[in-house]
């Protein structure tokens, strides 16, 4: 079984700084890409920021300049920094991974975590 395990949300006043994390555990043979996503309260989930396995990046128009995501693939973990934080970025943060368990499968399956609220307070 793979598990995904996020921490590090909180409470911070606006102009803040946060930094999640989110480990994978369980059996794993590979990780693909690695994305953070978003929920606000009454909101679809949004794709916040995307990793590759080789390190390429995407961040949302949203969050670009203030977030940062990066990976370390010694410790099947991905982290998002967020910088300057506004209310707008107040939501539940999920992260999500593309797993190999085995090397007799021929693609990933999606993992998702549980979850970690951000509050922004103005």
């Known amino acids: 079984q793979v598990q995904l395990v996020e921490s590090g949300g909180g409470s911070v006043q606006a102009g803040g700084s946060l930094r999640l994390s989110c480990a994978a555990s369980g059996s794993i043979f590979s990780i693909d890409d690695m994305d953070w996503y978003r929920q606000a309260p009454g909101e679809q989930r949004e794709l916040v920021a995307t990793?590759?396995?080789?390190?390429?990046?995407y961040h949302a128009h949203s969050v670009k300049g203030r977030f940062t995501i990066s990976r370390d693939n010694a410790e099947n973990t991905v982290y998002l920094q967020m910088n300057i934080l506004k209310p707008e970025d107040t939501a539940v943060y999920y992260c999500?991974?593309?797993?190999?368990?085995?090397?007799?499968?021929?693609?990933?399956?999606?993992?998702w975590g549980k979850g970690t609220l951000v509050t922004v307070s103005s």
């Open positions: 999500m991974a593309v797993i190999r368990a085995t090397s007799m499968d021929s693609h990933g399956k999606a993992y």
């Open positions: 990793i590759t396995s080789s390190g390429n990046t």
